[in-house]
């Protein structure tokens, strides 16, 4: 029996970037996954602000922005009328990616199971997870290969990353509560003609919407659609071209003409989620903990975003230096964001779809005409962005989260994501605290903070922390660097002191005015252990 420490089923995009975050740190992992070549169809396809924020530290963000299509306008169709509609051009301050990246997923898997390879870790593939004892302190699982061959696993942790179906969901006695919505979709990767590139069309209806999504590779285009409540196809039903056009028809008017697919089916959407996360040593991630409709381009990053807060967990419990409730906080962090999740998809696709006369009514009449006007304030389209690009999410009322003495009115609370600012040359604070380990800063005028005494936190919790002074001048003394914008964006005026402790994957664990570090001892002591 082979043995590892942790056991990955699922090589989409979460268990990729969920083996990527365990390899960071060191751990013994492996990843499996019954198909036996990754896809190359372009399914999820946008990849939002905060999940390009949270790869960075796999150096992967670099590549995806090369290859991806940023969206910069929407493109509003109603009965023959198109209005234009800015999304993405408020040049935020806080984050290095101001837009929605599309991207195909195909490419996505491409880029994370290339930067897996090059830290030596390969998907087993063509191998499925068909037995599961988790009964004791760790679990031992059994896999078949393609051959028939079966073959026991040891380990300490399995990490259930296998989509909707997911056998690791099934074998751990989770339930996964939700029913399907009624309507059929169609999902294809196609070329189309009549329709500006570089902005994402939506035709609006009395059937539901229509959207074309610039992709670029596999193809130009994403089309999704919904197919009328009285042309729903017998099941496994092969989608054609021609029927495609005719569905476009009927929303278009005819303006759009399609042609060479390159992939084309039918689909049905539901919206479930896990009972819990986790079953002892077993945890669910992505689709296998919550399933939803596409709206918002919520879903594979979520899943992502999961990986990210699980991984480090995984890999300081393993060290056996962390708090018994370390893993606890997993599911109260991001089981609420699922939640969340779940509520905005719902209830966008409940506007998208309904056949209620009133809502068909809003949404051909009243919408086309009333969008762009209240999403002209460049103040209300911040706030619609922040909300679907995921960076508002925080974890304010988890154990993890600590504020101390003396904290600013102003700037990120404990919980909530590190904005991003320019430190010195060439940096940033996302660049700076990219590291697979936790990061301790210190800011205002550097005399009063003993290096020598930031140094002995570093050598004890070698290889787990990182010191970084953000230091900007004040009336009195010239600093060494200048950080002033990092501090604005922090909330501390000039000259002020304070200390913020970040998180592997980039939320601040604790924070502190001034420079007492009792506080930050405190909760050193309990949440990393020397």
């Known amino acids: 029996m082979s043995a590892v420490e942790v056991l990955v089923v699922g090589a989409g995009p979460t268990g990729l970037t969920m083996a990527g975050q365990l390899a960071a740190f060191g751990v ?4 499996v996954d019954r198909a036996v070549d990754r896809v190359h169809e372009s399914r999820a396809l946008a990849i939002q602000p905060r999940t390009l924020e949270v790869l960075t530290g796999l150096g992967v963000t670099d590549e995806m922005v090369a290859c991806g299509n940023r969206a910069v306008r929407l493109c509003l169709h109603a009965r023959g009328r198109e209005r234009a509609v800015p999304l993405f051009d408020l040049g935020l301050q806080d984050t290095a990616y101001p837009y929605l990246l599309f991207l195909s997923q195909a490419e996505t898997e491409r880029i994370l199971g290339e ?12 191998v499925e997870l068909v037995g599961l004892d988790h009964s004791g302190d760790g679990t031992v699982a059994t896999l078949r290969h393609g051959d028939g061959r079966q073959e026991r696993v040891s380990a300490r942790y399995v990490v259930g990353c296998d989509g909707a179906h997911s056998t690791v969901r099934r074998l751990a006695g989770i339930g996964f509560a939700g029913a399907a919505y009624p309507q059929t979709f169609v999902l294809a990767d196609l070329e189309a003609d009549g329709v500006d590139a570089g902005a994402a069309h939506v035709f609006l209806s009395a059937w539901g919407i229509l959207f074309l999504f610039p992709l670029g590779q596999p193809a130009t285009w994403r089309l999704l659609a919904m197919r009328p409540p009285a042309d729903v196809p017998a099941p496994d039903t092969a989608v054609t071209l021609d029927e495609v056009q005719a569905l476009a028809d009927t929303y278009t008017g005819a303006t759009v003409r399609l042609r060479d697919p390159v992939w084309m089916t039918n689909f049905r959407l539901h919206h479930r989620a896990a009972t819990h996360y986790r079953a002892g040593p077993v945890f669910l991630a992505g689709d296998a903990a919550h399933i939803h409709s596409p709206a918002g381009a919520q879903g594979m990053n ?13 890999a300081q419990a393993l060290q056996g230096d962390a708090d018994p409730t370390l893993l606890d906080t997993y599911e109260t962090e991001r089981a609420p964001v699922g939640r969340m999740v779940l509520r905005f998809t719902d209830r966008a696709f409940t506007v998208a779809t309904s056949t209620n006369p009133v809502v068909r009514f809003a949404r051909t009449r009243i919408a086309p005409a009333l969008i762009p006007v209240v999403l002209a304030p460049r103040c209300v389209r911040a706030s619609a ?14 154990a993890l989260s600590t504020e101390g003495p003396r904290t600013p009115r102003t700037g990120p609370r404990a919980g909530d994501r590190l904005p991003d600012a320019p430190v010195a040359e060439g940096s940033t604070l996302h660049r700076l605290t990219a590291t697979p380990r936790w990061h301790l800063l210190l800011c205002g005028p550097p005399v009063v903070w003993s290096r020598g005494g930031a140094a002995a936190w570093g050598q004890r919790y070698s290889g787990r922390l990182d010191v970084h002074w953000l230091t900007a001048p004040d009336a009195t003394e010239a600093a060494p660097a200048t950080a002033a914008p990092a501090l604005r964006q922090l909330g501390l005026t000039p000259g002020a002191h304070g200390l913020y402790l970040i998180r592997p994957d980039g939320h601040i664990g604790y924070r502190a005015g001034g420079t007492d570090v009792t506080g930050l001892l405190t909760y050193l002591e309990r949440w990393l252990r020397s």
């Open 385 to 398: 962005f922040r909300t679907v690009s995921e960076l508002g999410i925080g974890y304010r009322n988890s």
């Open 115 to 126: 930067r897996l390879a090059a830290m030596g870790l390969e998907v087993d593939r063509g």
């Open 302 to 314: 979520t899943g992502i975003q999961d990986a990210v807060n699980l991984g480090w967990k995984l």
């Open 28 to 31: 013994r992992v492996r990843v």
